[in-house]
């Protein structure tokens, strides 16, 4: 579930944060000073800056070493960042008890058995009542079903710029069963051509893409 395998096209420039982190980080703001976020995939940045700017400590896991310590370096002056480089099937390097978690795209590749350790493995770092916000591959997704099949409801396209990367795919059963842990805010499904990461996308790739948005609480 790393994504080593992404061809990165050229973009003409980043795009904004995901929306989900801009609301996210809204939220910390109002809630208590420095709160520690964890956020899963470095990706190439772009949504770090609203955790920084809402005055948060922020921790990144990156599965894939260039991109850790590309974004290292991107953030090097940052205060109370920290970025590590490891797995997301299993806890995180960093110590527990985080205020909120955020994944806009680590947990789209993969399987489903690979997306569901890594939930698991977030569980176990945030406190009780912490927010986990996260995108998951949708099953109305026109992806879905199409490339190799991986593994249950998991596909690889065979051509592309995800060419031979796994993705999952999640119904609302679906993701009610991985998320049994948490009380769910909001889930709801997205077209998601605009807010994916271009870094990580051709544009025509990009506007087919359905993905879960979720906002979800740690209830015990």
Known sequence: MDGS????PAAPAEPGPHPLATALAATLE?????PRVLVLGAGSGRNLPPFLAAGARVAVLESNPERAAAVSARFASAPGLSVAHGSYGEPA???GGFAAAFSSHALLHGTTSDVARAVAAIR???AIGGQFVLTLGSKRDPRFGTGRRVAADTFAPIAGS????AHAFFDAAGVRALLGAFALDDVREAEAGADVGRWAHEPDEAEIIVHWW???RLAQ
Do not use: M, N, Y
């Open 5 to 8: 395998e992404h061809v990165t």
């Open 30 to 34: 109002v809630a208590s000073a420095a």
């Open 93 to 95: 390097p960093f110590a």
């Open 124 to 126: 176990v770092r945030l």
């Open 162 to 165: 995800e060419a031979g990367v």
């Open 214 to 216: 979720v906002r979800a």
